[in-house]
């Protein structure tokens, strides 16, 4: 099912949603927009999110925007146990929700 071809279809979307898609476009633009976090980071934090979320297109996604943004290898493995640190502390602060006290 995941072919980054899919992607073209989000113009059919947006011919079929004009506004809510004109919406999305200038949130995520304004988003991802250098500010009080510069860009680099925000496709950094948006990478990791990926990787909670496990959504192949963002991964493909924010990896080249944030290597465009200067990224490094090192700063995008950093990024995967940042993610990674996340899912694991999530999946055993749930488990106080399973285990007796």
Do not use: S
Not at 19 to 46: Q, S
Not at 69 to 94: P, Q
């Amino acid at each position: 099912m995941y072919d980054m071809k899919n992607l073209k279809a989000l113009g059919a979307i947006g011919a079929a949603a004009p506004a809510a898609m004109e919406a999305y476009r200038k949130f995520d633009e304004a988003a991802l927009a250098d500010g009080a976090i510069p860009k680099k980071y925000k496709e950094l934090i948006a990478l990791a999110v990926a990787m909670t979320t496990q959504c192949p297109y963002c991964l493909e996604v924010h990896r080249k925007h944030a290597l465009a943004a200067g990224a490094t290898e090192a700063e995008l493995a950093e990024t995967i146990f940042v993610a990674a640190a996340l899912r694991a502390g999530a999946a055993v602060t749930h488990g106080t929700h399973v285990v007796a006290g």
